[in-house]
């Protein structure tokens, strides 16, 4: 409406105008010549058509300018609007901007934070992308690895390995995983490739993951020791509990024969050998039934120092005067849970042993102390339970063993002394004797710098010892 305001304004001013006009040509008409009437009707009509006509011209131009006005000021509204979309657009871009700059941080993150050794690989077999445990495993920086070719990088190769996954993976477009052993220094370890592909479905290149299975594969190797030991263990003590039969039955018949005899010494004699031989059996039987865990134990609270300060004496008189012994008994009392014929059952085999492994003399130390069983400890040993414990290390310098053979060691039979000499059972009964104490045992050895056991007692709280004193 208000754009028709100056059109109505110079139609009523040219309305006016022209009655203006009219009135002054009825007015001024009177006393006038026609000529004179005809001039100024003329003058009048002419000054009132043109005064009209100018506010009509100038109401049509003000008219233009407000329509024109009108158009100018939507415009302004429509660029504000486009403006204001504008800066809520860069806004919005700017979050997401922020948003995938974040998410990128998150991904190197969680990449650099895996443990495993992750590159990813294009088709060529260049590393694009490396983690900072591959990069902290190689030794090398992030950058030094990317663009480099992985059979180089991770085997010193020119090219692909024989029975690489990756290799693999290109051909069949799916996961491949295997266990490879020639890795620069892990020695056991799961390398696994899975494909990546590209919008289109083209296959683009590979992630590359090696997962270092040293630790597990020695955990796999002590529970097969385990129950290796268990089964060999329960067989040895089931055989020796029937023939522990046997044998009592003989060594009765034998002392009756000795006695229904007592005046032949040819049978004295005979029977004499048929006892000795079988007490002998005897003992083998009755070290079997410590590996198969069949002994009967009578646990008291025992202070451990005292066990081997006891045995001090019996020791030196085993391993004779060529090795020098050493007790180190701790200051503070070492209460286990034992049965003390068979503490010092394990250490009288383990001094024997030490003594057989050092013919040229030596020194053997026999230390008890206390140790604790933390989350770490248990971690990098491979075994324990959390706690206090006691340990006693039996420590030679001797002959030490290879690692064939000490993976053996607990084996029942298992001897590399000679016939006659080793029986093979002494340290399978220690394993019992400690598996049944709820301990542990531990060795530590290298050809030709000697040998050390370790066995961990749980401790318990100070209890009065029971008859300990010899
Ligand atoms: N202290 C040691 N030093 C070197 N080798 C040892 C030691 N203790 C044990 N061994 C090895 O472990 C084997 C098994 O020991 P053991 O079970 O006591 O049987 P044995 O003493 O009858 O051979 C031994 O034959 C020896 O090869
Ligand atoms: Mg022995």
New binding site residues.
Partial sequence: MNKYRPLIFSFLVFITAASAGFLCIKHCIGGHTAEERQALTEIIAVSCGFTGLIALALSVLTHFSLIKCEKLKAHAKELSEANRKLEEEIIQRKAAEERSANLAQEWARTFDSIPDLISIHSNDFRIIRANQALADFLGLKKEEITGRFCYEVFHGAEGPIAGCPNVRTMETKKPVTVELCNLKTVCHSMVSTSPIFNKQHELIGAVHIVKDTSELKKLEGQLRHAQKMEAVGQLAGGVAHDFNNVLSAITNYGYLLKDLSPGDPGHKDLTGKILSLAEKASHTTQGLLACGRKQLFELKPLNLNRTIKNIEQMLCNLIGEEIKLLVLPEEAELMIMADENHIEQCII?LA???R??MPDGGELIIKAETAEMDAYFINSHGFGVQGAYALMTVA?T????DEK?RQK?FEPF????EVGK???????IIYGIVKQHKGYIDVY?RPGHG?SFKLYFPLIKKTKEVGSEK
């Fill in positions: 085999n024997a042993n030490a057989d492994a030679d001797g002959s030490g063993m053979t060691i298992f001897t590399t002394k080793g029986t093979g059972l002494g340290l399978s050895t040998t």
